[in-house]
């Protein structure tokens, strides 16, 4: 049986020791929650068999089930309306207008990357696009986490700036184990896999004293790293003074919005952005 004692744990230190952010980790940690129990609940099997080419499955080849789409859907709705109290409405709206059918559809336009779909289902049907899109966008995760789960460990590739499992780009960078192994975690579906130290994920520079961190006096383990030669930054934690297992690490950033904010005050993108 699925047990998230530690998740939820981890969710109330972040809330504790991140005031200034402790509005958005309680309204999304229903969210958080109901990730942990779906990707449980709808696990496949775990391949075994190494898988030839990177990444091992593309956007566009993601199964997308009427059934599990619909209830992965219904399953976000409910986290949504609880951390977003007042977006309740809303949510309900939305609720009403998707059928397992329309889910799968949204879900199939969203991995295509094709937002027109989306903006045309809420035209016609009076809903809030906003809500809609972040409905479908976590759905997506969850369904694209599910496949990514299954593939067998990614050969080590010390310079692999994308997801070997989706192709995605990295969001967060965990430093780990008492060696100080560093791995990036995928924006799009969740799995991590290691990275050198001292390159830069995004342009790959690995030259001296290329990479800047910048962080708070008070949680030097939670920083941006920032590269001079292409001007992008990565979250980063530190996670080696932490009781706190390597794939569940990705909830720290939940925290880190303030080093978002440093970051693009001085004209630093995060990863993928351009000017």
Known sequence: MY???ALRRLLIELAASHPEHAALIRAFTPLALARGKLLDAYALSRKT???EGFPMFRFEELPVCSEKSGAIASAVLEAVAEGFPGAREQVEAVRDALKPGSVRRLCKASLAHEPEPLALFAEKNGLSPDVLDMVIAQTVKILMAR???SLPEAPFDPARKTCPYCGGKPELSIVHE???HRSLFCTDCGRHWRFQRTACPSCGCDK????????????PDERAVSCKNC??????????????????????SLGMGYLDALM???GILP???SV
């Open 271 to 273: 990863i993928g952005e």
């Open 208 to 219: 001296p004293d290329n990479l800047r961190l910048h962080f708070a006096e008070s949680t």
């Open 178 to 180: 008492k060696e100080g």
């Open 147 to 149: 496949t990514a789960n």
């Open 231 to 252: 001007r992008h930054y990565i979250l980063e934690a530190d996670i080696r003074k932490r009781d706190l297992a390597l794939d569940g690490a990705a909830i720290v």
């Open 3 to 5: 047990d998230d004692t």
């Open 264 to 266: 693009q005050e001085q």
């Open 49 to 51: 068999k190494p898988l």
